[in-house]
């Protein structure tokens, strides 16, 4: 693995809350920081965790709909925004339309049915580098923003590559174990102005 780590008492971070577009996935916006600040997702679990995930030698929950595995205010510090928050709140508007399971809605849930396991993506958006949830829900197969097909695997390898915060898939954070570099990457990362989205119908379901 090609991640330089800093030590994890340190706990002094790269970071811009510009960097982070509308509609974007936990897992770009984990995924941008991991590469700013050269740390793998590990040690972002061992910096972010709640207390019992900081003190887990063992596989820990990954789960990036959820995002049960992190600390909310030790993350919203780290990111400058309440990411764990919007993710809930973005997710729920998504999929409650589609929820029926009247105990889901009681207990303001959602219903993870309606969204991948796997990594799906835009290649125009990743080159940005952006990824949005809207392309982890199965009913979209195109590209909201560019009306293009979206990809499920390693152009390359053709490895897919769960949906989880994890550092097995890549060699470092948009690179996958093959070498195939999903984003074209500078380290001075801007803020990001992405097109205006062409779905329709989505455009009407999301506020």
Known sequence: MVFPNRPINSYTYTWNKKWVSRYESPWSILTKFQYVNSISSK?????????????????????LYTLKGFDQTLLENAL??????????FLFRLLDPLT????????????????????TYCPICMKKPYHSTLHQFRFVQR???????????????????PYILEDRSYSS?????????????????????????????????LP
């Open 43 to 63: 040690a972002i679990l061992k910096r972010f965790g709640t207390e019992k995930v900081r003190n887990l030698k063992q596989d820990v929950d990954k789960n």
């Open 80 to 89: 400058e925004m309440p990411l764990m928050t919007e993710n809930k709140e």
């Open 100 to 119: 029926h399971n009247e105990l889901i809605r009681k207990k303001n849930l959602v219903d993870l049915h309606f969204m991948r396991l796997n990594l």
């Open 143 to 161: 590209c909201p923003f560019h009306f293009v097909p979206l990809i499920k695997e390693c152009p390359k390898c053709k490895m897919e590559i």
């Open 173 to 205: 954070p948009y690179i996958c174990q093959c070498g195939y570099h999903f984003a074209d990457l500078d380290k001075r990362l801007n803020t990001i102005s992405m097109d205006q989205m062409k779905d329709y119908n989505l455009s009407k379901w």
